[in-house]
């Protein structure tokens, strides 16, 4: 099992990048897929989710209007559209998998069973 997390980068505020997450090993539509990041000095916190079964899609507050997350199931991976980025946003970015996210613990870090690598992204003019 094994998740790879790629397509970060350095881009300047108010642009775009898309990050994807491929799975190996296991489907992800089996699982709740989740995206969290991590800045320096700072806790891990969770951005987004889509949950199994009927796809729907959950956001923090901080990230709402502007990331959209997306899965296509026959490439077994999951996208993170990224627009108006702000340099708030820079941080390493995780995905992670789970077969029992429920609702009320989609944001939680111990809910999601396989993480990926992470990738880097960096909002800076």
């Known amino acids: 099992v094994q998740l790879q997390a790629s397509g970060g980068g350095l881009v300047q505020p108010g642009g775009s990048l898309r990050l994807s997450c491929a799975a190996s090993?296991?489907?992800?539509?089996?699982?709740?897929i989740g995206w969290f990041r991590q800045a320096p000095g700072k806790e891990r916190e969770w951005v987004s989710s889509?949950?199994?079964?009927?796809?729907?899609?959950y956001y923090a507050d901080s990230v709402k209007g502007r990331f959209t997350i997306s899965s296509d199931n026959a490439k077994n991976t999951v996208y993170l559209q990224m627009n108006s980025l702000k340099p708030e946003d820079t941080a390493v970015y995780y995905c992670?998998?789970?077969?029992?996210?429920?609702?009320?613990?989609?944001?939680?870090?111990?809910?999601?069973?396989?993480w990926g690598q992470g990738t880097q992204v960096t909002v800076s003019s």
């Open positions: 889509i949950r199994r079964g009927d796809g729907r899609t």
């Open positions: 090993g296991f489907a992800l539509a089996n699982s709740a």
């Open positions: 992670a998998a789970g077969r029992r996210v429920i609702l009320s613990t989609l944001r939680m870090r111990s809910a999601y069973d396989h």
